[in-house]
């Protein structure tokens, strides 16, 4: 597999140089995208060929047919000297108009892409016809019309991550300053949602853009600030207590009085299936109601993404280059570009082995998945569940040949059978066994008491 990079910004198409099995050369062609603003241009994953140092050929006319050996070696040795001579320069973050090397990151696994699926499907299409699937579904899957590209997905979890992770020397600069000018605050280097309350406050007060994003803007804006009026000794820091966490506060939206008493007649409707699902699994039927409430609705909200749509797209952004335009904000240099390269790379890889498992457990039951609407994650069904879950933790309630998670008895039985998985034991009637098991649903505390308050609403006379 050869590196690929950013193309520059240019007003000629780039040409990347190929070798084939029949001593001919063939000039594949490749548009600049960058005709149009932002100024990168990124080529296609699937026919993109560049040189191993970055810099790029200059555009050639297409040739093919047979060479003589000395014409052949000849046109060898030139390719030679262009790969080591063409021009360009360093790559540099903050230079927009410079072309881009990204580092030598592949997708997961260096499998050939899939004939006669395009860009930027083709090699993740690759993938996972190695790994096993069917290529003609495959086919059928990456040429659908409806399939488009949604950058979205990566794009929001390499913001996420990068604000959490990185840079977390400038955090807690930032931190010990807002600290300084009398806001209460945590120092902790981390970009937590009290660092984003602050933040936005200060913001907020003072003319910015209110966005609770850390950067080195807001840091010169802090460092002017403390030079204006008597600031707090950062020597008087002392850590805030950490609080206990809430085993009262719960969503109100859902365990208001008239959210109760929906979900209750939908309980009572349904009771004869959580009854058969509570004799198979010994898991109680408020239980599994209260999820599937919190979770959709109880189905009325399975979600506004196409589930595997999304998976596709954040799997085939494990090629940076496809969403780097999109983060070029916070890809301000060398470190910034590794750390986001390698965390691309690694959810990537993620959403493919997510995808996978949505893409065999919907052929299997002969599902179309491009009609599975779900989180932007994947998630699906009445109770969430993330692909990988599927075949550990899914049940066919309804006997009738397959698993739907859309279908409500298979998400019931589903459901049970994942919180007897877990832990759930018959009534299980202690709080800390209760609230260990449905944390291995969702670790949000919130989350847990929200459950469980429905849940003894539901299961009252």
Request: aromatic letters at 12%; hydrophobic letters at 40%.
């Amino acid at each position: 597999m050869t590196k690929r990079s950013l193309c520059p910004s240019g007003r000629f198409p780039l040409r990347p140089l190929f070798f084939s099995a029949s001593n001919s050369f063939f000039f594949g062609r490749i548009e600049a995208e960058s005709r149009l603003e932002p100024q990168f241009a990124y080529a296609s994953r699937s026919d993109a060929r560049f040189h191993r140092n970055g810099k790029f050929d200059h555009a050639r006319p297409d040739r093919s047919g047979g060479l003589p050996l000395v014409l052949f070696l000849g046109l060898v040795l030139a390719a030679l000297f262009v790969f080591q001579g063409c021009g360009g320069k360093a790559a540099s973050p903050v230079d927009p108009g410079s072309p881009v090397s990204l580092p030598g990151v592949e997708p997961r696994g260096a499998s050939e892409p899939l004939a006669g699926v395009k860009a930027p499907w083709s090699n993740l299409a690759g993938q996972l016809r190695s790994d096993g699937l069917p290529e003609k579904n495959l086919k059928v899957f990456f040429n659908s019309p409806d399939l488009e590209f949604n950058s979205k997905p990566m794009v929001a979890k390499l913001r996420e991550l990068h604000g959490i992770y990185f840079r977390s020397d400038l955090t807690k600069a930032v931190q010990e300053k807002l600290y300084q000018l009398g806001y209460d605050i945590l120092i902790d280097g981390r970009m937590g949602s009290g660092t984003k309350k602050v933040v936005s406050s200060f913001q907020s007060s003072h003319g910015m853009a209110v966005t609770g994003q850390i950067s080195d803007a807001l840091d010169k804006r802090l460092t002017i600030v403390l030079t204006q009026g008597k600031v707090r000794d950062l020597s008087e820091y002392k850590p805030p207590a950490a609080a206990a966490p809430s085993r009262t506060t719960t969503y109100p939206q859902f365990t208001n009085a008239t959210a109760l008493q929906d979900i209750k007649s939908y309980y009572l409707a349904d009771k004869e299936i959580f009854d058969r699902m509570e004799e198979e699994f010994g898991t109680p039927g408020p239980l599994v109601a209260s999820i599937m409430w919190i979770e959709t609705g109880y189905g009325r909200f399975f979600g506004s993404a196409k589930a595997a749509h999304s998976l596709a797209s954040m799997a085939a952004s494990a090629d940076y280059g496809l969403v780097a335009n999109e983060v070029a904000d916070i890809d301000t240099s060398s470190e910034a570009r590794a750390f986001l390269v390698d965390t691309a790379k690694k959810r990537g890889d993620w959403a493919t082995d997510e995808l996978k498992a949505l893409l065999n457990y919907a052929w299997r039951n002969k599902l179309d998945p491009s009609t599975f609407l779900g989180s932007l994650y994947g998630a699906i069904g009445y109770g969430q569940f993330m692909p990988s879950n599927i075949d550990k933790f899914a049940v066919d309630g309804n006997k009738d040949g397959r698993i739907d998670l859309f279908d409500k008895t298979d998400a019931i039985f589903s459901i049970g059978k994942y919180l007897r998985d877990n832990g759930w034991k018959g009534p299980m009637t202690d709080q800390e066994s209760r609230r260990q098991v449905i944390m291995r649903y969702n670790r949000s505390g919130v989350y847990v008491n929200t459950v469980l308050y429905v849940a003894d609403y539901i299961g009252r006379p």
